[in-house]
């Protein structure tokens, strides 16, 4: 049925039709994807549109885990500092994932983009800083240890300073960035009662 949807939806919108192939081949589960393809199918967008504002409608803006968490991406351009005040002030504090299914929910969210992996592209902060002392990364919230991470290949390497952790929408591991750098968003991560 997915397919027969894709092949009707084609002539109309392309680029649609593109980002719902590739979600479907990073594996997101079907009860998330389904409803999202349909109404992204359906949906009539400006030529103009870019591929990182369509996946951003193709992503769910948040997501609860196993774990009685709730995740949530704010695209609201912030430096590492000014995202930890943000998620305090709304309740929560800034994702930091534990293991690994969280990881992937939180990649769920912030989606996956077209755009070329080469610099500038979409950086969603987390938790996470070695600004205390230099290689030991450190939960930003409570100044503990990591006990899980997912550093993408040759990270973090603090070229030019970078201590701060983020995830982006092009590479499944984390990367670190100076934190006074301006990212896209932030995740925050709420405790469900």
């Given at each position: 049925?997915?397919?027969?949807?894709?092949?009707?939806?084609?002539?109309?919108?392309p680029?649609?039709?593109?980002?719902?192939?590739?979600?479907?081949?990073?594996?997101f589960?079907?009860?998330?994807?389904?409803?999202?393809?349909?109404?992204?199918?359906?949906?009539?967008?400006?030529?103009?549109?870019?591929?990182?504002?369509l996946?951003?409608?193709?992503?769910?803006?948040?997501?609860?885990?196993?774990?009685h968490?709730?995740?949530?991406a704010?695209?609201?351009?912030?430096?590492?500092?000014?995202?930890?005040?943000?998620?305090?002030?709304?309740?929560?504090r800034?994702?930091?994932?534990?293991n690994q299914?969280?990881d992937?929910?939180?990649?769920?969210?912030?989606?996956?983009s077209?755009?070329?992996?080469?610099?500038?592209?979409?950086?969603?902060?987390?938790?996470?800083?070695?600004?205390?002392?230099?290689?030991?990364?450190?939960?930003?919230?409570?100044?503990?240890?990591?006990?899980?991470?997912?550093?993408?290949?040759?990270?973090?390497?603090?070229?030019?300073?970078?201590?701060?952790?983020?995830?982006s929408?092009?590479?499944?591991?984390?990367?670190?960035?100076?934190?006074?750098?301006?990212?896209?968003?932030y995740?925050?991560?709420?405790?469900?009662e």
């Amino acid at each position: 049925m997915f397919h027969s949807r894709v092949t009707q939806t084609l002539a109309f919108v392309p680029v649609v039709v593109v980002a719902l192939l590739v979600a479907e081949s990073h594996s997101f589960p079907t009860q998330h994807a389904a409803p999202q393809t349909i109404v992204a199918a359906q949906l009539t967008l400006p030529i103009a549109m870019e591929p990182v504002a369509l996946l951003r409608i193709l992503n769910e803006s948040s997501f609860t885990t196993t774990e009685h968490k709730t995740y949530r991406a704010y695209e609201h351009a912030a430096t590492h500092p000014q995202a930890l005040q943000a998620c305090r002030q709304l309740g929560g504090r800034l994702a930091l994932p534990t293991n690994q299914e969280e990881d992937l929910q939180i990649s769920r969210i912030i989606g996956i983009s077209f755009v070329s992996p080469q610099w500038p592209f979409p950086v969603y902060w987390i938790s996470g800083s070695d600004e205390q002392e230099e290689g030991n990364f450190i939960d930003s919230v409570t100044g503990h240890s990591l006990n899980y991470i997912n550093y993408e290949a040759g990270q973090p390497d603090d070229a030019g300073g970078e201590d701060c952790l983020h995830k982006s929408t092009v590479f499944p591991g984390w990367n670190d960035l100076p934190c006074h750098y301006k990212g896209e968003g932030y995740v925050c991560e709420f405790m469900d009662e």
